[in-house]
């Protein structure tokens, strides 16, 4: 049984001490001892009563009903930065950069992430920003909600331009089926700083990691993950950890999207305090990976008693799932774990009647969600055949450890300029030195150049729209070359 939910944004999931105490205030005057956080990194509120009277005393908070999904949280990596591997030139404060480029709700689901980390999924969004080697560059993946799966688009986007078109794109008002169409529809509309990529996106191999307890980070500081397996965060904790962190001049506060949060920059003089604090509520903080590792939806009593009977199925039989990740769902959605049960249906003949549900088990290629491929396992099967078939499963994981990451590809091909049939032999131009392109099927509105107008029918004096180099410079390119 599922309990009605009211959802407050954190926009990726980045919240300061004295927001979230805030939030802990509204949960108290709508009656609540807890609140629970959901998997795009949102707080949600287990009531069914309208907050609209409480919500006026806490006008900056964003809430809204969950099932109504008018607006979508934005998903970010920030809770990876510094703490695990990732992206050079992405730090803690060029996220914050990005997220407040996005000043008003958001209709899609937007995720912004480093590729080098495994803690917040790279494609489960609609529009997927996802950093380059390149600073101030993103590739950018696209899954309208018209269709099946995420499609590389063919530019990298400059950091500054990232809200501009994602708003472009909430604004769309024809049905686009693909990327060229979009990729068009864009240039028409914005101008933007666009630069092709030099290499594909390379995504990590090594496994999802261990996101809980104190630990070392740097010579004198200490980052805190907790995790309750019930997802219900009790308020009177809450509260007094948002006081220890005022003490502690810690600024933010980080949401995971698998229901726990992170507290970094503690200073080492303050880890008795924490030590204390978390002692005093009881809090145990090293609970075992075979729990942690799971995704399930929020409130959802009987998925969580599913996860609780195959984990204590896991420790009766000492299997080890490190580096493996799993999620219990009843839709078809774009998933993030690395193994997903799925509940059938009741089928219809016999809706009038108690009958035992049955599973799917499914797997991503390769154990890597990120593929976006789910290989079927088992089908139809009894809820006590499910520990069986997934002990089988981290067998099968771990025997093929090693090659996973032969097999696994670039999600896009080599120098992927511009969209192949966009581009005519010897019409295609590129920039040396910003690697902008110019296309005669375009032309160039920065220089006012109109679409139609060949490379060679160019004025002499023609210099490049982002960059200023003149014509001469740029080098042709062919679809041999895309």
């Known amino acids: 049984m599922r309990q009605n939910l009211q959802r407050i944004l954190v926009k990726g999931g980045v919240l300061s001490p004295s927001e979230l105490k805030q939030i802990v205030e509204l949960a108290e005057l709508a009656g609540l001892d807890a609140l629970m956080f959901g998997s795009r990194q949102d707080i949600l509120l287990p009531t069914d009563q309208d907050l609209s009277s409480i919500a006026q005393d806490f006008p900056q908070l964003s809430i809204e009903n969950l099932s109504a999904n008018v607006y979508q949280n934005i998903l970010c990596s920030y809770v990876s930065a510094d703490i695990f591997p990732g992206t050079a030139w992405l730090s803690s404060a060029m996220y914050l950069y990005v997220l407040e480029q996005f000043a008003e709700p958001q209709k899609l689901e937007i995720n912004i992430t480093d590729p080098k980390q495994r803690l ?105 993950g907790l995790y309750w397996r019930n997802n219900r965060y009790d308020l009177n904790f809450l509260k007094a950890m948002c006081d220890l962190c005022f003490e502690c001049k810690i600024g933010k506060i980080c949401i995971t999207p698998w229901k726990s949060f992170i507290v970094k920059g503690i200073h080492q003089r303050y880890e008795m305090a924490w030590q204390k604090l978390l002692g005093r509520f009881g809090i145990n903080e090293r609970h075992s990976s075979l729990e ?37 769902t009843s839709t078809y959605s774009i998933n993030f774990t690395s193994i997903l049960i799925q509940r059938n249906p009741q089928p219809r003949v016999v809706q009038h009647f108690q009958v035992r549900p049955t599973y799917n088990v499914l797997y991503a290629k390769n154990f890597d969600p990120n593929t976006l491929e789910y290989l079927t396992y088992a089908q139809d099967v009894d809820k006590i055949e499910l520990p069986g078939l997934l002990m089988e499963l981290s067998r099968l994981y771990f025997d093929g450890l090693g090659a996973v990451a032969k097999e696994n ?49 160019l004025p002499e004096d023609y210099v490049c729209g982002v960059c200023e180099t003149e014509k001469r410079a740029f080098v042709a390119l062919s679809t041999a070359e895309v």
């Not at 009977?309 to 490190?322: C, K």
């Not at 670039?410 to 030195?433: F, M, T």
């Open 292 to 328: 942690m590792n799971w995704h399930i939806p929020a409130s959802d009593d009987e998925a969580m008693d599913l996860k609780r009977f195959i984990v204590r199925n896991f420790d009766q039989n000492d299997i080890s799932t490190y580096g493996l990740t799993f999620g219990i």
């Open 120 to 224: 917040v999924p790279l494609f489960t969004g609609h529009l997927n920003f996802i950093a380059s080697s390149i600073e101030d560059y993103w590739h950018f993946y696209v899954r309208l909600p018209h269709w099946t799966k995420p499609e590389a688009f063919p530019v990298l986007i400059y950091s500054w331009d990232m809200a501009r078109i994602a708003k472009a794109i909430e604004n769309l008002q024809e049905n686009i089926p693909d990327i060229p169409g979009l990729f068009n529809y864009l240039n028409r509309t914005l101008e933007t700083n666009s630069r092709v990529p030099q290499e594909p996106l390379q995504l990590p191999t090594y496994s999802f990691p261990y996101y809980e307890g104190m630990n070392r980070f740097n010579v004198d500081q200490y980052w805190l």
């Open 409 to 457: 590809k670039p999600l896009v091909a080599p120098k992927p300029l511009l969209p192949a049939h966009a581009i005519s032999d010897n019409e295609a131009y590129q920039c040396p030195n910003c690697l902008s392109v110019y296309d005669g099927r375009y032309g160039d509105a920065l220089r006012g150049i109109p679409a139609g107008v060949t490379f060679a029918g």
